[in-house]
Nanobody, 120 residues
Framework: QVQLVESGGGLVQPGGSLRLSCAAS????????TGWYRQAPGKQRELVAI???????NYADSVKGRFTVSRDNAKNTVYLQMNSLEPEDTAVYYC??????????????WGQGTQVTVSS
């Protein structure tokens, strides 16, 4: 009923930039908190950045000052601008959103994941 579709991953050299996008589609009534998590090989999934419906943000210490999360409520889309990328940022990045579908209750949704590889 509600899907999150991510785009923008890829291979980038250290120090480079990437922009991830995640669009929610379906019968959406409200688009609440949203953001990004990541999972590197052999590690647990961790929070990268989240943004609430009022625009308040929270970042992992490891990405503060380098990554910026933003949202376009009219498009039910969340973005992650990643600058000064480091090899340690290599992971599968997952979009997250709490969405209330038409006629439903708020529910957590996840995207399919997009690979980000930082390597020379």
């Amino acid at each position: 009923q509600v899907q999150l579709v991510e785009s923008g991953g890829g291979l980038v050299q250290p120090g480079g930039s990437l922009r991830l996008s995640c669009a929610a589609s379906g019968s959406i009534f409200s688009f609440y908190g949203t953001g990004w998590y990541r999972q590197a090989p052999g590690k647990q999934r961790e929070l990268v950045a989240i943004i609430n419906s009022g625009g308040g943000t929270n970042y992992a210490d490891s990405v503060k000052g380098r990554f910026t999360v933003s949202r376009d409520n009219a498009k039910n889309t969340v973005y992650l601008q990643m600058n000064s990328l480091e090899p340690e940022d290599t992971a599968v990045y997952y979009c997250y959103a709490q969405v209330r579908a038409v006629g439903g209750f708020p529910h957590d949704y996840w995207g399919q994941g997009t690979q980000v590889t930082v390597s020379s």
